[in-house]
């Protein structure tokens, strides 16, 4: 199999955590929202028990767990449903505050909200990819009503300093919405102590089924529901839960709590090893913050080779990719914010190592992209 190195588009599912969906689907098939006969309940409890475990994941309120198709769905019910809320209650704070870096999940609806009538204001980052907290704090005012900040970016595994910012927009009466999707499961992230009040979580990111996620609200936090039905998840969000989803979701988070530390100790070793052996090849300049990064990203952008040329190179041994998974086509605007130029970001590789990421699959990318670099230069 060709070596798997893009996790940040998505992980494999863990067996495990396929194991512990299996009975869930034509066994233990009842809608958890009839309280009328045992079937349903033990539907129900399993159901309460995945926001129990899930709420414990990210230290945050059991009640404040509203589940999700997914991070976009919990970006989208964040962003409009505060908004929204606010709207409904007549509040004078209607400022929005987020990051050039940020995913188009969250950018897209709050570029969406500011067509209606929600002033937005899209900070710059600094050259390795994190929040300069002084603009932050000036662009944070009295009309604030939301800052929107991701833990861990997809393209460039940068760690923005959640806990900064969540005494600031505490200090300042606005909300910290927080996109989790590349940093729960990963890295410690206890919503309570960093201020969070909304967190975003994706399952397929942590090595959990695709089309579930979550939306983890500090209980109190004004939402207005996005889609109306039924009144499933406190009538935060109807329709029937996917209970083999949700129990999947659970499972993959109480796996990658077990394994969490060890596995970014073992990944940056294969990170690091990777890093320098690309360096060596000459002219390849990191994206990101050398450090502030999750332990399993790499993303470089090698000079003097067209980018899709590169990437044509690359298919035939090693999945990897080049900016993010969900912006095919158009160059990343997140290497864009560090201030590469068009062709430095086409020339970009990313490189999400993962669970199963052997030191044979990092000696054979190396191999394919020394490779294919000295392909392209000798050509050229
Ligand atoms: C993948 C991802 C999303 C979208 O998650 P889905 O569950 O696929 O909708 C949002 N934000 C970030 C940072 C991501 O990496």
Known sequence: ?????????????????????????SERFANPSNRLHRPALEAAAALELARRRVAEAVGGQTEGVIFTSGATEAANLALKGVAEAAEERGERR??????ATEHRAVLDPLAWLARRGFPLTVLPVDPDGLVDLDQLSAAVGPDTL?????????????????????????????????????AVGHIPLAMADLGIDLLGISGHKLYGPKGVGALVRRPGVALAPQQHGGGQEGGLRAGTAAVPLIVGLQAALELALVDRS????????????????????????????????LAHNLNVSVGGVDGGRLHQLLRRSIAVSSGSACSQGSPSHVLAALGRSRQEAAASIRFGLGRSTSEAEIEAAIGAVAEAVAELRHAS
């Not at 209607?94 to 990051?99: A, F, I």
């Open 94 to 99: 209607r400022g929005l505050v987020t990051l």
């Open 146 to 182: 939301l800052v929107s900040v991701m833990a861990a970016n997809n393209e460039i595994g940068v760690l923005q300093p959640l806990a900064a910012i969540g005494a600031l927009c505490h200090e300042r009466g606005a909300l910290f919405h927080c996109d989790g999707a590349q």
């Open 1 to 25: 199999m060709l070596p798997y190195l893009d996790h940040h588009a998505s992980t494999p599912c863990d067996p495990a955590v396929v194991a512990a969906m299996a009975p869930w689907w």
């Open 262 to 293: 060890a596995r970014a100790e073992r990944l940056e070793a294969l990170r690091e090893r990777l890093e320098q052996a690309l360096e060596a090849l000459g002219d390849v300049k990191r994206n990101g913050h050398p450090s502030l990064r």
